[in-house]
Structure formats: structure tokens, C-alpha cells
Nanobody
Framework: QVQLVESGGGLAEPGGRLRLSCTAS????????MGWYRQAPGSQRDMVAI???????NYAGSLKGRFTISRDNAKNTVYLQMNSLKPEDTAVYYC????????????WGQGTQVTVSS
């Protein structure tokens, strides 16, 4: 099992920046990849960015260049730096971790609200 705790959401103005954090605990050594997803009201949950155990990153095409995913292995924490925020970035952001050594298991954080508004 993996437990994920997110922080760092809040209110930002258009053009502003926020940094989200996600700290993992539990079966950390089994985690294959971690990532961020977001879900706006009335919409499906979409991938924002993923970082694998080896450090390979993948971004939703429309977000690459504005958002950056990174990790601090010593702190078991993954970050999402969000720059040049737009109102359409408003959503609940969820941290995700997957384990693939035995089958496939996905774990989710509780979500953190990001609101971009003037």
C-alpha cells in the first residue's frame, strides 16, 4: 500500500505560479511512477505529468513548458511547479502512484484545489 498526501493548492491570479507537493509513504520502494492528474467540474480526470523511477518525465502536450514535475527521493516527495497559470488550469489536482511489480495497483491522494482567478 502507498499513502499520498498533497499540499500546495490554493488561489492564484492569471499569470501566477503555484507549487504542489505530494509526499508518499508505505511501500515506497515498489513505486514505478508517480504523477499528477487534474479534474475540473463536469470533466474527466486527465493526466498532467508523470515521472518514473528512472526520472523519465511525460507531460500532457498542452502543459509542457508551463508545468514541471520533479522529485526529491530523500523526502519521498514529488512536486508540480505550475507557472503562467490560466483560468482553465482551475481544477482539483490529484497525486498518483503506481506499482507494477505484481499486477497493477494505483493509489491516489485526496486532491488539492487549484483556483486561478483575478
Amino acid at each position: 500500500q502507498v499513502q499520498l498526501v498533497e499540499s500546495g493548492g490554493g488561489l492564484a491570479e492569471p499569470g501566477g505560479r503555484l507549487r504542489l507537493s505530494c509526499t508518499a509513504s508505505g511501500s515506497i520502494s515498489r513505486i514505478t511512477a508517480m504523477g499528477w492528474y487534474r479534474q475540473a467540474p463536469g470533466s474527466q480526470r486527465d493526466m498532467v505529468a508523470i515521472i518514473t523511477r528512472s526520472g523519465t518525465t511525460n507531460y500532457a502536450g498542452s502543459l509542457k513548458g508551463r508545468f514541471t514535475i520533479s522529485r526529491d527521493n530523500a523526502k519521498n516527495t514529488v512536486y508540480l511547479q505550475m507557472n503562467s497559470l490560466k483560468p482553465e488550469d482551475t481544477a482539483v489536482y490529484y497525486c498518483n502512484a503506481v506499482i507494477t511489480d505484481i499486477g497493477y495497483s494505483a493509489f491516489w491522494g485526496q486532491g488539492t484545489q487549484v483556483t486561478v482567478s483575478s
